[in-house]
Each structure stands twice: as C-alpha cells, then as structure tokens.
C-alpha cells in the first residue's frame, strides 16, 4: 500500500499538489468559525457550585472587567503634567463619557463634534487577522445599545475629586483637573495636587509625574437580570453627562 501511494505521488504531482491546495482551502474557509475562550470561568460548568456564587457576589456588588489605559510622557521635563499631555487626556477621558451608538450601530463620539471612530487596525495583517479570528473593535455596546464603559466608574484626572485645605479651616472639594490646563503653572498646579494627594500618587499618576492611568470598568458581558437592574441603580445614582459635567466646587 505504501508503495502504492508512492509511486502515485511520483507519477501524477500535480494532482497531490490540488489535492492539497484543495484541503488547505476547506481548511481556511472553516478557520473563522474558530472561537478562542480565555475565559477560565468558562472552564466551569455553567451549574457548578462556585461558579454560580462568583456570579452572584458579581451581580450584588457590581464587579467588572476592569480596562488601564496608559499615558507616558518620558521627553518633556514635565512628564505628563503639560499642556499638551494633560489637554490630551481631558479630550480621551470626554471622549469616553460621550461614547454611544449611532443609527448604523457603530461607536460614535460626540465631543466636541459628533463623528465615527475608526477602531479598525492601521496593519492590514492585523486587519486580516482580526476578521479570521471574529474580533469585532466595534462592539462596545450591549444588546440595550448601552455603553459597555460604566461612565459612572471612570477614573481620571477630570473626574476625580482633589480635596483641599480652604481658609479658616475649611476644605474645597473640586475636580483634581476642572479643565485642561493652558499654562505650564497651571500644569505643575494639578502634578502638586495629584502627588500630594496619596490616593492618587502611585496609582492615578505615577511617583515621578511621566504617567497617567485612566481606569475604567467594561461591562459588556451583562447578561443576568439581577446585573442589569442593579446597574440600573447604579447609573440612577450616578448620572453622567455625556461629554460634560456640572461645576463641582463644595466648601466646607
């Protein structure tokens, strides 16, 4: 038989060579049905005992998927504390609370402009790749059409608060960053600020001021009752305006 299948080959290598380029083509056509699951929850069984606490405890104190964004400043002497930097970070961080989805379904941002991000890759291999694999950069919403980012949780220089010393005792409560900065003392105000604030030092910004962190939850995978109308509660709380905010200065 092996012989056979030998001389076979040496006799017609045309026809090994379609045959082949024949089953690699079945092959590739079925590729994208693929799906990869990282997920080790999904190494459980969907009744399994702890799986089924995990989801509660998710459910009853919100939890989810948490996503750091990076911002790096290394060749100014300021790091990330000027103009330019910090100006970059307000737009980012208002361009996440006015996320939505338009009429096609796709993701748009409306500040200061409305307009339609493109979240394809720049490489086409990595274009290619993310299409065989079924990753879609588009899809950031629900089946509501709600935001994935729970706004409401987003921590960033422009919402989080910046407690401090007012006079005869009293204590000013107001955003870390209420605008970008337009000035280089305006800048070095919100680095002192930031680092002397321990919340914040190690965390929200980096110990030598050359980075910023955004953080911010992802809650696609909202699939239970008890999660939506729990995040329902939380959003009635924590209402957020997208691309805007309400002046926050509170003297006590």
């Known amino acids: 038989m092996k012989l056979k299948l030998t001389n076979f080959s040496l006799r017609f290598p045309w026809v090994i060579v379609l045959l082949t380029l024949i089953a690699t083509a079945f092959g590739g056509v079925q590729f994208p049905q693929v799906r990869f699951d990282s997920d080790p929850e999904n190494m459980l069984a969907a009744d399994e005992p702890v799986r089924l606490f995990h989801n509660r405890n998710k ?12 911002i790096v400043n290394t060749s100014h002497a300021d790091g990330v504390f000027n103009v ?23 993701p748009e941002i409306t500040v200061p402009e ?28 629900d089946e509501n059409g709600d935001s994935a980012i729970v706004k409401s949780e987003l921590v960033s220089p422009t919402v989080v608060d910046n407690i401090k010393q007012a006079e005869h005792g009293a204590l000013r409560i107001e955003y870390l960053m209420e605008q970008s900065p337009t000035t280089r003392d ?18 929200l910004v ?17 699939d239970s009752g008890a999660q939506r109308a729990h995040r329902g509660r939380i959003r009635r709380r924590h209402p957020t305006h997208p691309g805007q905010r309400q002046p926050h200065q509170v003297v006590y």
């Open 186 to 203: 305006e800048a070095l105000v919100i680095r002192d600020d930031a680092l002397n604030n321990r919340l914040y030092k190690g965390t």
């Open 84 to 106: 330019e930097t910090l100006g970059r970070v307000e737009r980012l961080t208002r361009q996440l609370l006015s996320l939505r989805q338009n009429a096609d379904g796709l």
């Open 59 to 70: 459910a009853d104190f919100d939890l989810y998927d948490m996503v750091i964004v990076g």
């Open 114 to 141: 409305p307009f339609v991000p493109d979240l394809q890759p720049a490489s086409a291999r990595k274009r290619i790749l993310s299409r065989v694999f079924g990753n879609d950069p588009n899809a950031l919403f």
């Open 206 to 222: 980096s110990e030598d001021g050359k980075a910023i962190a955004l953080y911010f939850l992802y809650a696609l995978e909202v």
